[in-house]
Each structure stands twice: as structure tokens, then as C-alpha cells.
């Protein structure tokens, strides 16, 4: 199963996504987790995506989009994964979703994470990385709204959107996620 999580900056995808994954045995897949790693690596893509990353804005399509293709192409991702931060755009969905019709595939769900605005500012200042200043996660809050957002309609056209309530323990949300993807 190919799942992708959806949802702003805050709403819990990185928890839930890992319990999900490890819950149904395909892997959990982060790009932000991929970008960092590649920055301490200093690998050429790192150094580029670093200075983005650092600012809160979205690395350029090209170099997120060669990290997902080489890592979906592993053997380990050939029943499925977990795309937690992927795809963040209307343009990288849609290269994903070609991406996939080569391969006679497609999302199967995206599992769309709701959380009011006021409480993500409060659970992303409480957070410590060092991509949190509160002007970087502003930055990031309105980068959500304006390139991400859109992708709640992509994916509900493509019949594939599960909304989810994300207020609550992270039992709780993590049990409604697992009720709608096994649906
Ligand atoms: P995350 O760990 O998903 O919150 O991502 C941390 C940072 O990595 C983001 O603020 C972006 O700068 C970058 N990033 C992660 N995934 C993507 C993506 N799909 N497209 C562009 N930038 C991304």
C-alpha cells in the first residue's frame, strides 16, 4: 500500500507516519529526515537543500523529487511505503503521480491530518529543532497554506483522501488513521 500524509507543519505526521508504517511493515519514508541526513553527509544535495531548509522554504522540486524516485525504487518499497513531507506541491504530485503510472501504480490513500491553527503554533514552538525559530516555522506555516494546502483537492479528485481528526493522544489519532486505511 502506498500512503501519503498530508498536513501542516505540527499535525503529527512524523509520529503517526512511523506507527503506521511499522504497523502494516512497509517502510516510513520523510523527505525532511532524507534532506537532513544528506546535509550532514554535505553531499552536494544537501549543501543546496540546507540553505532552503534553513530559511523554511520548500527545496527546489528537482532535488526532492530524485531522492523519492531512487528511494521508492528499492526493493524494500515494492509493497508499499509511507510518504511522510512528500509531495508538498500541485507540481510534485504530479510528477509523482506519473511517476507511479509508469509503474502501473498510483496513491492508494493520503491521509490528511487536521489541526486548528493555534494549536500547531503551539506544539511547533514547543519542538527544539533546529529549523523551529518562530519565524522560520511562521515561514513555514504560510509556505503549508500556499504550496501544500492545495493538495487536500489533488488527492480528493483522485478519490483517495481520508481526513483525519488530529486533536487528541496520539492513541486516539493514530487508531482513527488506521480505521480509514484499512477501510
Ligand atoms: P519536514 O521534516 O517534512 O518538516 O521538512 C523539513 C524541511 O525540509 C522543509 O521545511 C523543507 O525545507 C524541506 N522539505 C522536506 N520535504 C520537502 C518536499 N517534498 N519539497 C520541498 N522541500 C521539502
Excluded: W
Excluded at 530524485?66 to 511522510?84: F, H, K
Aim: glycine letters at 10%; proline letters at 5%.
Amino acid at each position: 500500500m502506498r500512503i501519503v500524509f498530508l498536513g501542516p507543519p505540527g499535525a503529527g505526521k512524523g509520529t503517526q507516519a512511523v506507527r503506521v508504517a511499522q504497523s502494516l511493515g512497509i517502510p516510513h519514508l520523510s523527505t525532511g529526515e532524507m534532506l537532513r541526513e544528506a546535509g550532514r553527509q554535505q553531499t552536494m544535495l544537501g549543501r543546496r537543500a540546507a540553505e532552503h531548509m534553513s530559511a523554511g522554504r520548500l527545496v527546489p522540486a528537482d532535488l526532492v523529487e530524485a531522492l523519492v524516485e531512487e528511494r521508492v525504487g528499492r526493493p524494500d518499497c515494492a509493497s508499499g511505503y509511507v510518504l511522510d513531507g512528500f509531495p508538498r506541491t500541485v507540481e510534485q504530485a504530479e510528477d509523482f503521480d506519473r511517476m507511479l503510472a509508469v509503474r502501473s501504480a498510483g496513491v492508494d490513500a493520503t491521509v490528511y491530518l487536521k489541526v486548528p491553527g493555534d494549536v500547531l503554533l503551539d506544539r511547533l514552538s514547543g519542538r527544539g529543532r533546529e529549523d523551529d525559530s518562530e519565524e522560520v516555522v511562521r515561514e513555514r506555516l504560510r509556505q503549508y497554506d500556499k504550496l501544500t494546502s492545495p493538495l487536500v483537492d489533488h488527492y480528493r479528485l483522485l478519490g483517495v483522501l481520508r481526513e483525519v481528526n488530529g486533536l487528541g493522544t496520539p492513541d486516539e489519532v493514530f487508531d482513527r488513521i488506521m480505521a480509514v486505511v484499512e477501510r
